[in-house]
């Protein structure tokens, strides 16, 4: 509980650097430190031990205290988002406080605070970085070099004892100050790999994005366009339909200018708009089918959709060929787009008028298999599909009708948007010869659709 409450309070949101704000936490704990021990160790070192007091030590007490002060400012500094600033004000005056201390105290009144020093080449060159690190190899280097100086101007010991005891002291610190440099340099090697191969990752993943974003306008394209083309068919059966209905307008019209009362004249007016309403109909289902809409699964009746789009495969089909639909009296709700599955019944529509230039018979048989399967198994009377071509038929843009005459995409794309809906669309094996069967099987709703959906 303590922990996680000293951890959340040593977190700075107010740093801006990412890099920063992590290092943070660590280098406060590590200035809390700085700004109480020595001070502690000071204390015991006055009060615990029995050494005497050394020439210049009051002024490594002064220079140590002083530290453990700035350390503590900056841990302010640091609350208040001002990370840099700190670390390096922190960094310079250490660097000029050392340097002072050593040319007036000397080498050995600092004993105590060998471990210290270690510390500030670790912040330098963590925190900052390696021109930091080596500033401040530099200014202990110095600082050990006046040391020396110090202890033989003050005839604290002769001058090879002092310099070279500063010497081996700088080769410590050298190696130590390697070591850092040659770890902080692996780190930020590691972190430089890290964030290129994390640009790269997401620079593929807008590639994919903007890929997936293609495919799908594509996909809406393509749909659009077998709309069209489905569309295109229906048209000359539209005409034929649309003929039949204005002759009956005619002759309502004619029967009404000829009606001898008012109510043979009313019946006639009505058979009009009864012509006019299902007209008007016809032409708000090619309206509503040939639209680019976006795809929204629906759960619906797909036996009660099958009679409703009856008349739009007369029309697909023409008139040499009779509709067979075997329905089920029940509901059978699937979960699909239902624009595309009215798309997917006239494309085979299509291939099967294709296949019965004379005339022939056209069938939609559905059936529940079981409570989570819907079958529907589309055949015609015509030549069938060569052995040869079985394994192809869904295959893009593969077609064995002439250029002019569809694009090769209707069983490709029937394919896809049934198998993306979790169902199958499949070539009956056991049709072969004249005719063939397709098989859709699709997954059930689920839940019992209200009447008339």
Same mark, same amino acid.
């Given at each position: *509980?303590?922990?996680?409450?000293?951890?959340?309070?040593?977190?700075?949101?107010?740093?801006?650097?990412?890099?920063?704000?992590?290092?943070?936490?660590?280098?406060?704990?590590?200035?809390?430190?700085?700004?109480?021990?020595?001070?502690?160790?000071?204390?015991?070192?006055?009060?615990? #031990?029995?050494?005497?007091?050394?020439?210049?030590? #009051?002024?490594?007490? !002064?220079?140590?205290?002083?530290? !453990?002060?700035?350390?503590?400012?900056?841990?302010?500094?640091?609350?208040?988002?001002?990370?840099?600033?700190?670390?390096?004000?922190?960094?310079?005056?250490?660097?000029?406080?050392?340097?002072?201390?050593?040319?007036?105290?000397?080498?050995?009144?600092?004993?105590?605070? *060998?471990?210290?020093?270690?510390?500030?080449?670790?912040?330098?060159?963590?925190?900052?970085?390696?021109?930091?690190?080596?500033?401040?190899?530099?200014?202990?280097?110095?600082?050990?070099?006046?040391?020396?100086?110090?202890?033989? =101007?003050?005839?604290?010991?002769?001058?090879?004892?002092?310099?070279?005891?500063?010497?081996?002291?700088?080769?410590?610190?050298?190696?130590?100050?390697?070591?850092?440099? =040659?770890?902080?340099?692996?780190?930020?090697? !590691?972190?430089?790999?890290?964030?290129?191969?994390?640009?790269?990752?997401?620079?593929?993943?807008?590639?994919?994005?903007?890929?997936?974003?293609?495919?799908?306008?594509?996909?809406?394209?393509?749909?659009?366009?077998?709309?069209?083309?489905?569309?295109?068919? *229906?048209?000359?059966?539209?005409?034929?339909?649309?003929?039949?209905?204005?002759?009956?307008?005619?002759?309502?019209?004619?029967?009404?200018?000829?009606?001898?009362?008012?109510?043979?004249?009313?019946?006639?007016?009505?058979?009009?708009?009864?012509?006019?309403? =299902?007209? !008007?109909?016809?032409?708000?289902?090619?309206?509503?089918?040939?639209?680019?809409?976006?795809?929204?699964?629906?759960?619906?009746?797909?036996?009660?959709?099958?009679?409703?789009?009856?008349?739009?495969?007369?029309?697909?089909?023409?008139?040499?060929?009779?509709?067979?639909?075997?329905?089920?009296?029940?509901?059978?709700?699937?979960?699909?787009?239902?624009?595309?599955?009215?798309?997917? *019944?006239?494309?085979?529509?299509?291939?099967?008028?294709?296949?019965?230039?004379?005339?022939? =018979?056209?069938?939609?048989?559905?059936?529940?298999?079981?409570?989570?399967?819907?079958?529907?198994?589309?055949?015609?009377?015509?030549?069938?599909?060569?052995?040869?071509?079985?394994?192809?038929?869904?295959?893009?843009?593969?077609? #064995?009708?002439?250029?002019?005459?569809?694009?090769?995409?209707?069983?490709?794309?029937?394919?896809?948007?049934?198998?993306?809906?979790?169902?199958?669309?499949?070539?009956?094996?056991?049709?072969?010869?004249?005719?063939?069967?397709?098989?859709?099987?699709?997954?059930?709703?689920?839940?019992?659709?209200?009447?008339?959906?």
């Amino acid at each position: *509980m303590v922990l996680g409450k000293m951890r959340h309070w040593l977190q700075v949101p107010a740093i801006a650097d990412p890099v920063d704000r992590r290092n943070a936490p660590m280098l406060q704990v590590i200035l809390l430190a700085l700004g109480t021990l020595p001070p502690a160790l000071w204390l015991y070192r006055i009060l615990g #031990t029995d050494i005497a007091w050394r020439p210049g030590e #009051t002024v490594s007490l !002064s220079a140590s205290l002083l530290i !453990s002060g700035i350390a503590l400012w900056s841990v302010v500094l640091i609350r208040r988002g001002r990370f840099q600033w700190a670390i390096r004000q922190l960094m310079t005056l250490v660097a000029v406080i050392l340097v002072g201390s050593y040319a007036l105290s000397g080498l050995g009144a600092h004993m105590f605070e *060998m471990p210290v020093q270690v510390l500030w080449l670790f912040v330098a060159g963590m925190m900052i970085g390696r021109k930091a690190l080596w500033a401040m190899y530099g200014a202990i280097a110095l600082a050990l070099m006046l040391g020396a100086g110090a202890d033989v =101007r003050n005839d604290v010991m002769e001058a090879s004892h002092a310099f070279g005891d500063a010497v081996i002291r700088c080769v410590m610190f050298l190696l130590i100050a390697l070591v850092i440099d =040659r770890s902080v340099a692996a780190l930020r090697e !590691s972190l430089k790999e890290a964030l290129a191969h994390g640009a790269g990752l997401e620079q593929a993943n807008i590639r994919l994005r903007d890929e997936i974003g293609a495919r799908e306008r594509a996909q809406a394209q393509l749909l659009h366009a077998q709309k069209m083309e489905a569309v295109g068919r *229906m048209a000359s059966g539209l005409a034929h339909d649309f003929g039949h209905l204005l002759t009956l307008v005619n002759g309502y019209a004619a029967n009404a200018l000829e009606a001898d009362s008012a109510g043979e004249r009313a019946a006639a007016l009505d058979g009009v708009r009864s012509a006019t309403a =299902r007209a !008007s109909a016809q032409v708000r289902k090619l309206l509503h089918f040939g639209r680019r809409d976006i795809a929204f699964a629906e759960t619906f009746d797909a036996a009660g959709t099958l009679r409703e789009i009856e008349p739009m495969l007369r029309q697909t089909l023409g008139a040499a060929i009779r509709v067979d639909l075997q329905l089920p009296d029940s509901q059978a709700p699937i979960r699909f787009d239902r624009e595309q599955f009215v798309l997917v *019944m006239l494309n085979l529509a299509a291939n099967a008028a294709d296949a019965m230039p004379d005339g022939g =018979r056209f069938s939609v048989a559905a059936r529940v298999v079981d409570a989570a399967t819907l079958e529907i198994l589309v055949g015609d009377d015509g030549s069938g599909i060569p052995e040869p071509l079985r394994e192809r038929i869904f295959e893009p843009f593969f077609s #064995t009708k002439p250029a002019e005459h569809g694009t090769g995409l209707g069983l490709a794309v029937g394919r896809d948007l049934v198998e993306a809906a979790g169902g199958s669309l499949t070539l009956d094996p056991a049709a072969r010869g004249a005719g063939a069967v397709f098989r859709i099987r699709l997954p059930m709703g689920g839940r019992e659709l209200p009447p008339h959906t």
